[in-house]
């Protein structure tokens, strides 16, 4: 009886998968390939990617809440796919490099997170330079990108986006 790892090689043969062609190794290497050109311009700025996931995500928190509405640290972690012992430890080099504040959250065990002015403008600088390293990795994909995302998407389980029905042709 074949293993299952026999089974795993044989199904990609059949495909055609020369070993690290793989979806799986693909995805790998693609995910490497894009976090060096992100940390590239992060490290200029002093952050990390997970700081800047959670600065961003603080960011378009605050964009869409009332002032000094803040975020609890597992709403955080939810958002950024992010264990919330990552989030805390994360969220706690954020507190010593004045980019977030912390106060005792609705419940005494939760912790509210809030960007500090100075996460504010770390996020400013950052944000754009961010989306330019997706402009320019993804350039590839041109009108493919929305379906790549939400292959990425169903992977992740996550739900689809529902997208408006195009005007075009009405």
């Known amino acids: 009886m074949p293993s299952i790892n026999q089974n795993l090689t044989d199904d990609n043969r059949r495909h055609n998968n020369a070993p690290g062609e793989t979806p799986g190794a693909l995805l790998w290497r693609a995910a490497n390939a894009w976090q ?3 940390r590239r311009v992060l490290h200029e700025l002093g952050l990390t990617q997970a700081q800047f996931a959670l600065l961003d995500a603080l960011s378009a928190r605050a964009a869409a809440s ?3 509405d803040g975020a609890n640290q597992r709403q955080l972690g939810t958002q950024c796919g992010m264990d919330v012992t990552m989030v805390s430890a994360v969220i706690r080099q954020l507190q010593r490099n004045g980019l977030v504040a912390r106060r005792t959250g609705s419940d005494a065990r939760s912790r509210e ?3 500090t002015p100075a996460g504010r403008r770390r996020v400013a600088v950052a944000a754009p330079k961010a989306a330019a390293v997706d402009v320019e990795f993804f350039a590839g994909l041109r009108q493919d990108q929305p379906a790549f995302a ?5 992977l992740l389980g996550l739900r689809p986006r529902v997208r408006a029905p195009s005007q075009k042709g009405l």
């Open 150 to 154: 939400g292959a990425l998407r169903l």
């Open 66 to 68: 009332p002032p000094g």
């Open 36 to 38: 060096r050109s992100l």
């Open 113 to 115: 997170v809030t960007l």
